[in-house]
């Protein structure tokens, strides 16, 4: 057999990524899409379907991020630690709260009414009760 044929059937023998999952293209998989990083960036892109965005990320995760902030600054308030630091505490999931509403606005764009709409202005009401409660 050639040389440059033995290259051809390595390639075929292994199986691909989605042979291994069963058909199915895994959306997260490798070491480097795990990071951070990678994270916000498919946010950011619109690769994450908008109802995963809505309804995992911001509603479930940015909820209860908010509410853990929210507890541990009323935790430092209640032990007399320094005012500045029980307000850097409760507003320190701004960025994240921003980013997430961003990202569900853009998703938004792509969707069918009425759900784009609906999900946009629930967004809003969001970031209002998560900055201000």
Avoid at 25 to 51: K, N, T
Avoid at 95 to 119: D, G, I, R
């Amino acid at each position: 057999m050639p040389v440059g044929n033995s290259a051809l059937l390595d390639e075929q023998d292994q199986p691909s990524a989605m042979s291994r999952t069963n058909g199915v293209e895994p959306a997260d998989s490798g070491g480097a899409r795990h990071s951070p990083a990678s994270f916000f960036r498919s946010r950011w892109r619109g690769q994450v379907p908008l109802g995963r965005l809505f309804w995992q990320d911001m509603l479930i995760y940015g909820t209860a991020i908010n509410a853990l902030a929210a507890l541990v600054a009323l935790l430092l308030f209640a032990w007399d630690a320094p005012t500045a630091l029980g307000v850097v505490v409760y507003f320190a999931p701004l960025p994240y709260n921003l980013f997430l509403f961003a990202a569900v606005w853009k998703a938004a764009a792509t969707a069918k009414e009425p759900w784009s709409s609906a999900a946009r202005i629930s967004a809003l009401l969001w970031l209002i009760v998560a900055t201000m409660v």
